[in-house]
């Protein structure tokens, strides 16, 4: 964790902000920008992703942040199961789903493997 000075320069914190853009992307035009509880259900999520490793990463603990990334990580199957409620409404096709789904995909694997190397590094 030392080698990084800002929780900007995690890479999962950079998939994060890569998913809050493609979910952005998803909800600020055609159906699902009308339908506006999963449109904030889903932002929410993903915004959680981002603020989640932040947070974590600014506590002097590596128990309390793989607790933070646990947050996140839950936050990634969050959108991913929004992701299935927007497609089965037809707010979104299915190549749309993939794309978005496959980048929250993306960030549990790389939150997880973090989670992982913090575990052992600290002995949790």
Known sequence: MSTYKTFEELPC?????????????????GALSKDFALK?????AAGSV?????????????KEFVKFLGYSHRSC??????????????????ETFGVVYGQAGECRKQIKGFRKYLREYSGI
Not at 13 to 29: D, P, T
Not at 40 to 44: L, P, V
Not at 83 to 93: M, T
């Open 13 to 29: 914190w950079q998939e994060a902000r890569k998913l809050c853009n493609a979910v952005y992307g998803i909800i600020s035009h």
């Open 40 to 44: 904030d259900q889903i932002w929410r």
């Open 50 to 62: 981002m603020d989640n490793i932040a947070e974590g990463y600014d506590d002097s603990s590596s």
């Open 77 to 94: 199957s969050e959108v991913q199961s929004q992701l299935h409620r927007a497609l089965d409404c037809g707010y979104i096709d299915g």
